[in-house]
């Protein structure tokens, strides 16, 4: 039997079984997927929750509480739904999205929409009541109250947008259904994504290489992150 | 940012995005290709089993194919129940799978057609060295299985309607057991993931060759009952059959394609480098496609004859 010596002693540096350019392709397909999603997301959410938080309306409880259940959705029910409505025989079924990255784009635009338009909407029901009587004073327009509301809640909304990639990248059940976990025979990925690829090692019992891929996950989050709160500071810093 | 935008304007559901992406270039080719017999370029989507794809054969083997016809091979992983579903759903082009009963009643109900054996491997009875139940070395696989229920040593089932599942169930009732209560484990995971259970618990399982071996130097499980491959009993054959979706069906099944890969998936080099495929240095799997004798079974479902005017 073929024996490494040198690989239990480096389990973080083991000799990954991978072909090249294996790890970057996923790298890159849960980046595209999932900052893609968030991006659409984003743009969703934050005006729902402008509307929501600004007006009255019968019924605001109700919708509320379905955006907060909607947090805690089960991403292989998400997953399953998108399939149904991309498979052949589903009503986008004439789109052939069926194991392609715009599929999982979709599932993970479900399952981020709703904790970015919740942490959005506290955010902004948050800012001072004064901050909005004051733009309207100066004779703001609704756009030019909703941008300054924006503004000074982008803390939260940063969170929010955070939240909702935090979902998405970390999600492994729709993506695995919609997506089919496809790469190429030469190694790259189509729509593998880190989460997917992780499942497979641990589904071969491959726990090492696993939990380096794991690692890589986190690495990756980690940066994003750092990046955005980045941005947040720069914002207020040029104000 | 322009990833955005056209992300938006692909959902707003103009079709320009679709055209752009390989899925869309697949289906709109093959449904005007009449003035044209190439199908290069275009993208085949293969469900098949976790016990052919994680063993890494396809990936070994695709290559070829796909430089042959400058087509892309998708293949999509997941148990032979699953696959099959997503096939008969019209989510894929052809399937390969291993449970001769699901393939049957797949090709009986009209979406599968064109099936040939493919390769075979088997079954082992595999479980901790020391062998509680005492089944080591047993010439029957049910005797095998009766003996562990009755000793109640702990089992570990797969319970997801995989090949493999199917084969134990199947084991089961030939054994005249009805497996129940806390020995028996059904996990609902994939063979690889199933083995680190039994390792864990030093339970029994019933594995595919090929997955135990790729998996051997991790685990400290043994084969106390072989499969036919070195001289075990039959029932624990473990046959690949491949089968085209029928384009009377689905008519975006992309026929032509699909056809082209069973005739080269069957052909002799392809065989010869399905049983070139090693790891480990052992073998995994054993094509079966290239014969001299004729067997017509291998085309319908199994006992099916046009004398017993069985439909």
Same mark, same amino acid.
């Given at each position: 039997m073929p024996f490494d010596p040198v690989a239990p002693l480096f389990p973080l540096f083991v000799d990954l079984p991978f072909e090249q350019g294996y790890v970057r392709s996923i790298m890159y397909v849960s980046l595209y997927v999932s900052v893609t999603a968030v991006a659409l997301s984003t743009l969703f959410s934050i005006p729902v929750a402008l509307l929501m938080g600004f007006t009255e309306f019968p019924g605001k409880q109700f919708v509320k509480s379905v955006i907060n259940t909607g947090m805690g959705f089960p991403s292989v029910v998400v997953g399953l739904l998108v399939l149904f409505a991309v498979s052949n025989q589903g009503p986008l079924g004439a789109m052939n999205l069926i194991f392609t990255k715009e599929a999982m784009i979709i599932s993970q635009f479900v399952l981020a929409t709703p904790p970015i338009t919740a942490i959005s909407l506290a955010a902004i029901t948050g800012v001072d009541e004064n901050v909005r009587d004051a733009a309207r004073a100066l004779g703001g327009t609704r756009l030019d109250v909703a941008l300054v509301v924006i503004k000074e809640a982008r803390y939260g909304i940063a969170t929010a947008v955070l939240a909702g990639f935090g979902r998405a990248i970390s999600? /492994? @059940?729709?993506?695995?259904? /919609? @997506?089919?976990?496809?790469?190429?025979?030469?190694?790259?990925?189509?729509?593998?994504?880190?989460t997917t690829a992780i499942q497979l090692e641990a589904r071969q019992g491959q726990y090492d290489t696993a939990m380096v891929l794991g690692a890589v996950l986190v690495v990756l989050v980690l940066t994003v992150n750092a990046i955005v709160v980045r941005f947040g500071d720069e914002g207020s810093m040029n104000r | 940012m322009p990833d955005m935008m056209q992300r938006r304007k692909f959902l707003q559901g103009v079709g320009l995005a679709a055209i752009a992406s390989t899925a869309g270039c697949?289906?709109?080719?093959?449904?005007?290709?009449?003035?044209?017999?190439?199908?290069?370029?275009?993208?085949?989507?293969?469900?098949?089993?976790?016990?052919?794809?994680?063993?890494?054969?396809?990936?070994?083997?695709?290559?070829?194919?796909?430089?042959?016809?400058?087509v892309?091979?998708?293949?999509?992983?997941?148990?032979?129940?699953?696959?099959?579903?997503?096939?008969?759903?019209?989510?894929?082009?052809?399937?390969?799978?291993?449970?001769?009963?699901?393939?049957?009643?797949?090709?009986?109900?009209g979406y599968g057609i064109n099936r040939r054996d493919l390769m075979f491997n088997d079954f082992v009875i595999v479980g901790p060295a020391d062998d509680p139940a005492g089944i080591e070395g047993m010439e029957s696989a049910t005797e095998a299985l009766t003996t562990i229920a009755e000793a109640e040593a702990t089992f570990v089932s797969r319970g997801d309607n995989s090949g493999t599942h199917t084969k134990e169930l199947n084991l089961w009732d030939a054994a005249g057991t009805d497996p129940g209560g806390d020995w028996y484990q059904e996990t609902g995971t994939g063979m690889g993931e199933a083995l680190n259970v039994a390792n864990q618990q030093s339970a029994y399982t019933l594995s595919d060759r090929g997955t135990f071996i790729s998996q051997r130097s991790e685990i400290d499980l043994t084969i106390l009952v072989q499969g036919p491959i070195e001289d075990g009993p039959g029932i624990l054959a473990n046959p690949y059959g491949i089968m085209a979706v029928n384009p009377g069906?689905?008519?975006?099944?992309n026929y032509d394609l699909a056809m082209a890969y069973i005739g080269w998936i069957t052909s002799p080099g392809a065989q010869d480098a399905i049983s070139d495929y090693q790891m480990n240095g052992e073998q995994l799997f054993y094509p079966e496609a290239v014969s001299e004798d004729p067997n017509f079974q291998q085309y319908v479902p199994e006992g099916w004859s046009s004398d017993s005017a069985d439909e």
């Open positions: 999600e /492994v @059940g729709s993506v695995l259904i /919609v @997506g089919g976990n496809i790469t190429s025979a030469d190694g790259i990925s189509k729509t593998r994504t880190l | 697949t289906q709109l080719s093959g449904s005007d290709s009449e003035g044209s017999a190439s199908v290069a370029g275009e993208t085949l989507t293969l469900t098949t089993t976790t016990s052919t794809y994680d063993t890494g054969l396809l990936d070994e083997i695709h290559g070829d194919f796909e430089e042959m016809y400058g892309t091979v998708d293949a999509v992983a997941r148990g032979t129940g699953a696959a099959l579903e997503s096939a008969r759903n019209g989510d894929s082009d052809v399937v390969m799978v291993h449970a001769r009963g699901l393939e049957d009643e797949f090709m009986r109900n069906v689905h008519e975006n099944a």
